[in-house]
């Protein structure tokens, strides 16, 4: 073989070895590009957002529509988990004993600032255990009545549970629930003593009250109100200061001679109390997005409830509703005679 012909596969050799290289290392450099960014999605962990009630109930419905929203912002997926119990108190124990990394949310009302009034042993203190993220939705809560109950005005309504006593049994998706204040209300505007039916939600005492084996519950709007639409149960009276619009035919608790009862309910996010203030910050961030989008805003409504006002989202307005409703809560428990002896 001629020195030119041995010269020119020695190039072509060299040539080809070189574009070998070059593929390798454009491999290796893909390789790597696509592990880091694997490792940066695996390292987005999964949100769990901890409702102390049952599915299906009014807390429930609030948590999965903030939910989803957050979860867009956030850029990682957020599991709804329902641990239902002794009032919220089993899923508070769990949030408060939680890794404080912005990984563990819970969602609650007015139960949570309750449980010290109502359960003797809790293994964390309420005021201390959790970070306030901010305010969610805020509204009325409405009695409601079994279809076939046999009193149909407001007026034979008192009279019945008056004559009734303790035959009465008033439903609630648990002690401390906005539905249990609402009915302490109640007992102690009309000087009577229901029967008392606590739940583990709002959604299965719903079930009972359409089944006709309750006569009465106390819910928030967002779980009355297609019951009330669908004709499965006969709405009583609305605790707020006026008529809730998807339900016009419905008089408030004033109208119906029982001012007294004028109970409102709101939700809140909370997270571990070590919770880098950064990290709640982002939350409530999210939050605030959710609540500020059109569409989230037009199902409240529906649901006969509203975010609170802008000046009213931040963590500090958060901290101060938290302490204010504390005290008035413990009062209410208080004047009403429950003691924490009798909680289960």
Same mark, same amino acid.
């Given at each position: ?120 042993? @809790?293994?964390?203190?309420?005021? &201390?255990?959790? =970070?306030? $993220?901010?305010?969610? #939705? ?5 009695? *409601? /009545? ?122 809140? @996010?909370?997270?571990?109390?070590? &919770?880098?203030? =950064?990290? $709640?910050?982002?939350? #409530? ?5 959710? *609540? /500020? ?52």
């Amino acid at each position: 073989m001629s020195t030119m012909k041995m010269q020119n596969m020695t190039g072509i050799a060299g040539r080809f070895a070189a574009r070998c290289l070059g593929a390798a290392a454009l491999a290796l450099a893909l390789t790597l590009a696509l592990s880091a960014g694997s490792a940066q999605a695996q390292g987005a962990r999964n949100i769990t957002l901890v409702v102390p009630f049952s599915a299906g109930g009014s807390t429930d419905v609030i948590a999965r529509l903030v939910a989803e929203h957050m979860s867009r912002s956030l850029g990682q997926t957020i599991i709804v988990e329902n641990v239902a119990g002794a009032g919220g108190t089993i899923a508070s124990e769990r949030v408060a004993n939680a890794a404080p990394d912005g990984n563990t949310i819970m969602i609650n009302q007015l139960a949570l600032l309750a449980a010290p009034s109502l359960f003797p042993n @809790l293994k964390f203190d309420t005021r &201390t255990a959790f =970070a306030p $993220v901010g305010l969610v #939705n805020t509204g009325p809560t409405v009695i *409601v /009545a079994r279809k076939n109950l046999p009193a149909t005005s407001p007026a034979e309504l008192i009279a019945w549970m008056r004559a009734s006593g303790e035959k009465v049994t008033f439903g609630h998706g648990g002690l401390g629930t906005s539905g249990h204040l609402c009915g302490l209300q109640l007992a102690k505007a009309l000087q009577v003593s229901p029967n008392f039916v606590p739940y583990r939600g709002g959604a299965p005492a719903m079930n009972d009250l359409m089944g006709g084996t309750l006569d009465l519950l106390c819910d928030q709007s967002t779980n009355t109100i297609p019951q009330i639409s669908g004709a499965t149960v006969r709405g009583v009276g609305v605790t707020g200061p006026v008529r809730l619009e998807s339900i016009k035919d419905v008089p408030t608790t004033a109208e119906i001679g029982v001012p007294a009862v004028n109970l409102s309910v709101w939700h809140g @996010l909370y997270v571990p109390k070590a &919770t880098p203030p =950064a990290m $709640v910050e982002k939350l #409530n961030a999210a939050l605030r997005g959710a *609540v /500020a989008d059109p569409a989230v805003v037009a199902r409240l409504d529906q649901l006969g409830s509203a975010p609170f006002p802008e000046a009213e989202r931040s963590v500090a307005a958060h901290q101060a509703l938290f302490d204010r409703e504390f005290v008035s809560i413990e009062t209410l428990l208080r004047e009403a005679g429950v003691k924490p002896a009798e909680a289960k």
